[in-house]
């Protein structure tokens, strides 16, 4: 089925570990998204790419980095986790016309 | 800059009645879109409902319905005969019509728990 695949859906992390999550689409969208959903908060920007070959970050990009491997994939790496990185995080992808989103599943990030 | 209000952080409705979400929003913008997207408990998030600003017209769909009030940047989301599937959270999000860089991105409310109680 097309959308939007994200994975794991479960990790675990001891604090200082590294780690990639991966997101491909298959609906040749232009722009991919990294959010984190922490309760209370909603969802926050990390990082999106508007298009191929672009990044920019979002309202909370510290202590990620991001790479737009090409059109279908969207990767999120976290080089040094820390217990303020434990979070539930989304991967999700549009097009330019309409504007509207599909979200991957999700993935529940837990730093110890 | 953009910005997307979800003034009431919990809502309860009884099964099969009519509940009502507000979202409010403000921007400077005259064209774009609206959303309501809504979280069940599986963590997955869906698109409900989508608005473009320049249709006068409030989008349905099935029973979901919105009353876009472009003039009061009010956005709500009416949900009729409200059934137990439709616990969840639910999020307003705003999109700009410009399409080029930061404007792609989606501004989101913080949400709504709706409760459905049988």
């Known amino acids: 089925n097309a959308g939007v695949t994200q994975t794991p859906k479960f990790q675990v992390l001891k604090t200082g570990q590294s780690m990639t999550l991966q997101c491909a689409q298959d609906?040749?969208?232009?722009?991919m998204y990294w959010y984190r959903q922490d309760p209370g908060m909603g969802l926050r920007l990390i990082y999106y790419?508007?298009?191929?070959?672009?990044?920019d970050k979002g309202e909370v990009p510290n202590g990620y980095n991001v790479s737009r491997l090409n059109k279908r994939e969207f990767s999120l790496r976290l080089e040094s986790a820390a217990p303020s990185q434990t979070s539930v995080y989304f991967c999700?992808?549009?097009?330019?016309?309409?504007?509207?989103?599909?979200f991957g599943q999700g993935t529940r990030l837990t730093v110890v | 800059a953009q910005t997307v209000t979800q003034s009431q952080p919990e809502m309860s409705v009884q099964e099969a009645e009519t509940v009502t979400l507000s979202c409010t929003y403000d921007?400077?913008?005259?064209?774009?879109?609206l959303f309501w997207y809504k979280q069940p408990p599986s963590r997955q998030m869906i698109l409900v409902i989508r608005?473009?600003?320049?249709k006068q017209q409030n989008a349905t769909e099935n029973r979901f319905s919105v009353n876009f009030q472009k003039a009061a940047k009010s956005f709500s989301l009416k949900i009729s005969d409200s059934q137990l599937g439709d616990a969840a959270m639910y999020f307003c999000?705003?999109?700009?019509?410009?399409?080029?860089?930061?404007?792609?991105?989606?501004?989101w409310g913080l949400g709504t728990s709706l409760a459905v109680n049988p």
């Open positions: 921007t400077s913008e005259s064209d774009y879109y």
């Open positions: 999000a705003y999109r700009s019509g410009i399409d080029a860089g930061n404007n792609r991105k989606l501004i």
């Open positions: 790419s508007a298009s191929e070959g672009t990044t």
């Open positions: 999700a992808s549009s097009s330019w016309t309409g504007g509207l989103a599909f």
């Open positions: 608005q473009e600003a320049y």
């Open positions: 609906m040749n969208h232009n722009s």
